[in-house]
């Protein structure tokens, strides 16, 4: 017997043929089991895929498996055949593909039980303190309020750590799994007409009711119009039915209101999987999830992969947004898969958004999806007053218009909240000599680096590299250095010189590092502490903020002219998203939008006649152009350190291509990346294009081992992304 397995962590498209272990009994291997192999000079975890009687390796060069880890599979039958799948369409490496879908402890060869769970309660001294007594120790203050409102928590922190030396909280340890208590009561809202039309839809799907077979269904629904409702209630369907609901949300920020509300819905176990945990807790809940004792798992991309006893249905909130997509190694869409895993199970797959994606759009006019509208908020609600300012020739004041600050002062005087929006973190985009023109750039990206003033350094984006500022200009020593443009935190700055009596709250990737930041300063949101929120697309999405009336974008004009095509989608998913943060309960909203473009017919298009119809209107644009979602994409990227490489070696596999040529692929490039030079690589790129899926996967088929076998292959990195969500 020849077992057959893939090596995790190893980007080889192909599997290994190992010998059982000695003395090991001929019906003990089931595929999905986990062994321990020999692997060069180290011992790695591998999955077996097969066992066969046959090997192209003579037997005496084939060595034993070191030791079998598992009894049993660790995944059901219908989630190996989707890993199997998933490798086969993005034509990835299936060791990587399983190492995915797996918690870290899992890769590394533990076992699969339940980690002791660490639990940090409130004891009764804990209970009782006044909180002002911890009016010098705000951080310990706000850990307090917590807790004596939800009386324990996971995951330690220096401020937990200094109330258990008071003897306010005490650490505890406990086997097996733990589920926080359920702190508030939240009853089933009254639903209006197209809500029940929504819920009606899908229990009628999973009672297998109608002549309608299960199809993925689009739940479009404007912002504030109630879409978490009809969430809720389709749950406590399968609740009630014994089963289980996977509920994947784009980021892991929206995740902390995302639980509250369903903690104050449901009385039972909820399971998080997201990066924000530690591999502890994360192993933990995906075993829960396994064993059926998670009614509920809510999670990021890779949680669409997270086993289920007694699957029910899976539910995609914001299924439009980018990061789906995974951008890095095994490139694969959680969407999509969910939707490939729920016509496995058996089960229906809502996918919920205020801007579908245009390929949903498109399924769903082809009649692939069936699609559900909710065209009003919910309660009542009215939807904001949208208004342009035109800023061309007008006076700045760090990217802040004077009739912005007017209706800014209007509404801080009427007790509202205000969301100002700016999609770039930093104090200043540019560091400029005005003496000899010199700018600051990274000289392993070739592009500007960002100023962030607090930290007074230099910093890249897009590697990471950081240097301080230097006192004088490099090239000619001047003094006469300047920032250039705007980011968040100068932006701040500007809101607190203007606005000193009111608070300003700033969330972006630089302020909420700190784990729990984000969960925190939404909260002091909430509670009213903050009468500004100031941020980047991370305060964009899904977040009810009930006191919010102004929402100002301060750059619309970013996603106008991108060189990506789908930059033009993306500028009015995101403007329509902003937008929708304003006026969600009785006050009414506005959104003032400044830009340099006000007679841009899509951006005219999207705020006169709503979402919808500039999504028609671009998708009419695409059509033309013979772009997705009319064509399909796979694209080839290769990168070296020498400057030429990633194009010659790119010619080459064009010429392999044209070798296997399928008339149906059209095969463009190479070219250099719109981004030539990253972190110190040259990069470069290869389009293949087809009306249709099946040519192009006939095509990639072939071409990916030939590449692989290739010299050249093993010289520069490459990686094939197949439906390619950005050119970059």
Known sequence: MILRIAILSVPLRRAFDYLPPAG????????????????????????LLETTAKSDIPEERLKPVTEIIDSAPLLPESLHSLLLR?????????GEVYETALPVPLRQGRYAKQPEQVIYRITERGIQTDLDSLSRAPRQRQLLERLQQERELSGSSTFMRELIKKGLVVRESRAGYNQPPKVESDAPHQLNGEQQQAVDVVHKQMDGAGND???????????GSGKTEVYLQIIQRVIDDGRQALVLVPEISLTPQTVQRFRQRFDLPIALLHSGRNSSERLGDWLAARAGEAKIVIGTRSAVFVPLQSPGIIIVDEEHDGSFKQHEGFRYSARDLAILRGKQEGIPVLLGSATPSFESLHN???????????????????????????????KMEHLLSAPLIEKMREHLEQDGQILIFLNRRGYAPTLFCRGCGWSSACPRCEIHYTFHQKKNRLVCHHCGGERPRPPHCPECGSHELTDIGAGTERIEEALQKIFPEHSVARIDRDT???????????????????????????????????????????????????SDFRATEQMGQLITQVAGRAGRESMRGEVAIQTHNPDHPLLLTLLQRGYPDFAKQALAER????????????????????????IHFLQQVREMAVGHAISQVEILGPVPSPMEKRAGRYRAQLLLQSSYRKPLHQLLAPLIPAIESTKEGRKVRWSVDVDPIDMF
Request: hydrophobic share 35%; charged share 20%; glycine share 10%.
């Open 364 to 394: 769903a006019e082809s009649g692939k999806y069936r699609k559900l509208l909710l065209s009003s908020r919910a309660g009542g609600a009215k939807p904001p007053e949208i208004s342009l300012i035109d800023v061309r020739s007008r």
């Open 213 to 223: 077979p299960i199809r993925p269904v689009l739940l479009e629904g404007v912002t």
């Open 86 to 94: 998933s490798a086969s369409y993005y034509h990835h490496a299936i």
């Open 623 to 646: 059509k033309l152009a013979a772009l997705p979602p009319y064509s399909h994409l796979t694209l080839i990227r290769a990168e070296s350190s020498k400057p030429q490489a990633a």
């Open 24 to 47: 090991g009994s001929v019906g003990g291997y089931r595929p999905g089991i986990r062994v321990k192999v020999p692997f060069g000079k180290q011992q790695r975890i591998g999955i």
């Open 512 to 562: 909420t590092r700190r784990r729990g930041s984000m969960d925190e300063k939404l909260q002091q949101i909430h509670a009213g502490d903050h009468q500004i929120l100031l941020g980047t697309q991370m305060l964009a999405k899904g977040h009810h903020f009930p006191k919010v009336t102004l929402v100002a974008i301060l750059d619309a004009d970013s996603g106008l002219f991108g």
